[in-house]
């Protein structure tokens, strides 16, 4: 299927990241490739590492990017530091992480990201993995999917969402997105601003893909691979991630590692906002290595 792909943010990236001509720059989640074609319009003869865990669109940024230039490779954030290191590259310039879920696996039904599917609940970037939503609403015990919808989801109903989870596993096994967004839905008797269900899909979209440590190691291996002067940008899209970010960056300022290049993280233009709304929540740190 044909998905409209909006990179979030592109200018600010393109500023903040300055690629440079010669420079060599990793795309930590080139995705569809919307970042990384514009990265490479400003590297002259540079190199560009893209990284995703997603075969799929892997295969679909190979074909937008088919650029002897440019070197894709499959992984994880914590990966980041090896798949560098296996194309001979040992200091890059800059490192660019867009986190989150992509509109391609929202619109792609069959992947089982979204509460309005009627596809089985999978949730997995790496569908070579054995882990989905799926098992962990029917098998994990009622107070872990507590602890995951209340952590990672910041869900205020955790606790009566858990009991209706294990509740109707009981009677029939949990298996497409739309079952589990009428249980939450059952829950919450009416609705808000947001769709019932959205922090709950966050949250186990979080714990399938073990979203929030692959987070830390992947900032953690910039530390290593950026060379002086070289610039590490993140976009994050809720408050954990956005979290996450800041503590590593003022952490890492604090022994001398980094300079803050973003006092308070960068968000979308208004008009950005109206021609991407998936775009409204995102905020965008850097830093640059000393």
Avoid at 153 to 178: F, M, P, Q
Wanted: aromatic share 6%.
């Amino acid at each position: 299927m044909k998905v409209i792909h909006l990179p979030v943010m592109l200018r600010e990236v393109i500023v903040l990241l300055k690629p440079e001509s010669g420079g060599i720059y990793v795309d930590a989640t080139v995705g569809l490739g919307g970042h990384s074609e514009e990265i490479l319009k400003h590297i002259g003869s540079g190199m560009l590492i893209g990284i995703d865990r997603d075969d799929e669109a892997l295969n679909m940024a190979g074909s937008r990017l088919a650029d002897s230039r440019v070197v894709l490779k499959k992984g994880r954030f914590s990966d980041v530091g090896r798949l560098v290191a296996e194309t001979g590259v040992t200091e890059v310039d800059g490192i660019l992480f867009d986190i989150g879920t992509s509109m391609f696996h929202l619109k792609t039904a069959e992947r089982g990201f979204s509460f309005l599917s009627e596809e089985p609940l999978d949730m997995r970037m790496d569908r070579s993995q054995d882990l989905t939503a799926a098992y962990i609403v029917n098998k994990y015990p009622e107070k872990d999917i507590d602890r995951i919808l209340w952590e990672y989801g910041e869900e205020r109903l955790s606790r009566k969402i858990a009991r209706a989870i294990v509740d109707y596993r009981a009677r029939k096994k949990i298996g497409t997105c739309a079952e589990l967004s009428d249980i939450v839905c059952s829950v919450y008797k009416g609705r808000g601003k947001l769709h019932p269900a959205t922090k709950t899909f966050q949250a186990l979209r979080i714990a399938v893909n073990d979203e929030m440590n692959e987070l830390k190691k992947g900032l953690d291996a910039s530390a290593g691979i950026l060379k002086s002067k070289g610039r590490l940008c993140v976009i994050s899209y809720h408050s954990l991630e956005d979290r996450i970010v800041k503590n590593f960056i003022r952490d890492n300022q604090k022994l001398g590692v980094f300079d803050v290049l973003t006092k308070k993280p960068l968000v979308p233009a208004y008009e950005e906002v109206r021609l991407n709304p998936s775009a409204r929540s995102a905020k965008l740190r850097g830093a640059e290595k000393k």
